[in-house]
């Protein structure tokens, strides 16, 4: 069983949509959670960054953590032709392990205009 | 600011060969990774370098060197190139203590 599983998606809404992207874990020891967008034959980015439980907002974007559940999730809102895109949750569980990321599959999200 | 470079950007290999994925970065970042990313799999970590000087390996290494030439540029090689090593190459780089890292725009490698 991997350690982080995503659902490959492809995930496909309308312009306009609420997204939603989800990854569960089974370390409990994970403390910090990233998602990353990756656009096609492009390297990722980050897109939000959180430690432990909490939700953390961004504009148009709102990241959750549940910990207890060992469950994180990225809302996209008012989702337009340039989100499409895949995006990656990651995870580490110290600040020490900077980089040492393990990685979901990535969701493959198409946004229809 | 270039950020991460990463050299070639594709590369096709007939198996047995070796070659060499070159990497620098700009940033002025003490750490270094190569992960490699293939359908269904995610990014995994080949060997990261947390300092000039120093690698280690990561999840999935074997099959590959590495060498961390100085704080800009880190390379991975593979020796003799197997079927199993066609697969899409990052590197990436980060700030001391912080988990944000910075990847390179990919080196797309196809072993025969």
């Known amino acids: 069983q991997k350690e982080v599983e995503q659902d490959p998606g492809p995930l496909s809404v309308p312009e306009g949509a609420i997204v939603s992207l989800n990854c569960t874990y089974s370390?409990?020891?994970?403390?910090?959670f990233m998602w990353y967008r990756q656009y096609s034959r492009k390297g990722p980015e980050l897109l939000m960054y959180t430690y432990s439980s909490g939700n953390k907002e961004d504009g148009r974007f709102t990241a959750q953590v549940d910990k207890s559940s060992k469950y994180i999730s990225l809302f996209i809102r008012d989702s337009q032709p340039s989100d499409s895109a895949t995006y990656l949750c990651?995870?580490?569980?110290?600040?020490?392990?900077?980089?040492?990321?393990?990685f979901g599959q990535g969701t493959t999200l198409q946004v229809k205009p | 600011n270039a950020g991460v470079t990463q050299t070639p950007k594709f590369q096709v290999l007939k198996t047995g060969q070796s070659m060499t994925l070159q990497c620098a970065q700009d940033m002025n970042h003490n750490s270094m990774y190569w992960y490699r990313q293939d359908p269904g799999m995610g990014l995994r970590l080949i060997y990261y370098s947390a300092s000039e000087g120093t690698t280690d390996k990561g999840e999935v290494p074997n099959g590959y060197n590495v060498s961390r030439l100085n704080k800009r540029e880190f390379s991975l090689r593979l020796e003799s190139a197997a079927p199993s090593q066609t697969s899409v190459y990052f590197c990436?780089?980060?700030?001391?203590?912080?988990?944000?890292?910075?990847f390179g725009e990919g080196s797309w490698l196809t072993v025969v």
């Open positions: 990436a780089s980060s700030e001391d203590g912080r988990n944000t890292i910075y």
């Open positions: 370390n409990s020891a994970f403390q910090y």
């Open positions: 990651a995870m580490t569980r110290s600040s020490s392990n900077t980089g040492k990321l393990i």
